[in-house]
T-cell receptor, first 113, second 110 residues
Framework: NAGVTQTPKFRILKIGQSMTLQCTQDMNHNYMYWYRQDPGMGLKLIYYSVGAGITDKGEVPNGYNVSRSTTEDFPLRLELAAPSQTSVYFC????????????FGQGTRLTVV | GDSVTQMEGPVTLSEEAFLTINCTYTATGYPSLFWYVQYPGEGLQLLLKATKADDKGSNKGFEATYRKETTSFHLEKGSVQVSDSAVYFCALSGGNQFYFGTGTSLTVIP
C-alpha cells in the first residue's frame, strides 16, 4: 500500500532557486491538496485539485504553482524561493469532499537559505 | 468562513491520566469532523471521524462526539499511554477542502 508518496523528504534551497515537490497517489482519488505546516500555525492550504486538469488556489498560494495532468500526480512548483517558504510541505488526497478522510504523505522539509 | 479552534498546548500528562482536548468549529452546512494524529517526523493519520450530529467516533481508546448544539468535537481518552505522545489536529471538511486546527502537542510521561 503506497498511498501518498512525496519526494524529496528534505531539501535545502538557496534564495532565488526553483524546485518541484513531487506527489503521487495510487488510490485513484479525485481530490488532492498541498498544505504547508509552520510551527504553531497548523496547516495552511496552498493549492488543491478536484480532478485532472482542474486546480484552484487555497489560502496561501503566492510563490507557488501546481498542475494536475493525471489523476495520480500533483506536483508543487516553487519559483524564486524565499526564506518565508521555509516550512514542512504535505501532500494529501481524498476520494471526494464529503465524509471521506484525507490521506497524507510523509512530508517534505524545505529550508531556504 | 469555515474554521476550527482547538485547545492550545502543549499538554503534559502522566501515564494513565484522563485526556481531553477541546475543539470547536464554525461551518456553514453540515461538515464531517475529524481528529488526526501526527507522530514525530511523519504525516498526519486519521484517528477518528464523525459525519453527522450526535455521531461518536472512536479508535484506539480515543472518542469524540459531534455536538451540533455546542459546535464542538472534543477528543477524550480515559487512560493515556506513553505511546500516545504526538500532536493532535481537529479538522472539518467544508467546501472543497479540509480545515485544520493549529494542533495540540501531547506528551505522556511514565
Amino acid at each position: 500500500n503506497a498511498g501518498v508518496t512525496q519526494t524529496p523528504k528534505f531539501r535545502i534551497l538557496k534564495i532565488g532557486q526553483s524546485m518541484t515537490l513531487q506527489c503521487t497517489q495510487d488510490m485513484n482519488h479525485n481530490y488532492m491538496y498541498w498544505y504547508r505546516q509552520d510551527p504553531g500555525m497548523g496547516l495552511k492550504l496552498i493549492y488543491y485539485s478536484v480532478g485532472a486538469g482542474i486546480t484552484d488556489k487555497g489560502e496561501v498560494p503566492n510563490g507557488y504553482n501546481v498542475s494536475r495532468s493525471t489523476t495520480e500526480d500533483f506536483p508543487l512548483r516553487l519559483e524564486l524561493a524565499a526564506p518565508s517558504q521555509t516550512s514542512v510541505y504535505f501532500c494529501a488526497s481524498s476520494r471526494d469532499r464529503f465524509d471521506t478522510e484525507a490521506f497524507f504523505g510523509q512530508g517534505t522539509r524545505l529550508t531556504v537559505v | 468562513g469555515d474554521s476550527v479552534t482547538q485547545m492550545e498546548g502543549p499538554v503534559t500528562l502522566s501515564e494513565e491520566a484522563f485526556l481531553t482536548i477541546n475543539c470547536t468549529y464554525t461551518a456553514t452546512g453540515y461538515p464531517s469532523l475529524f481528529w488526526y494524529v501526527q507522530y514525530p517526523g511523519e504525516g498526519l493519520q486519521l484517528l477518528l471521524k464523525a459525519t453527522k450530529a450526535d455521531d461518536k467516533g472512536s479508535n484506539k481508546g480515543f472518542e469524540a462526539t459531534y455536538r451540533k448544539e455546542t459546535t464542538s468535537f472534543h477528543l477524550e481518552k480515559g487512560s493515556v499511554q506513553v505511546s500516545d505522545s504526538a500532536v493532535y489536529f481537529c479538522a472539518l471538511s467544508g467546501g472543497n477542502q479540509f480545515y485544520f486546527g493549529t494542533g495540540t502537542s501531547l506528551t505522556v510521561i511514565p
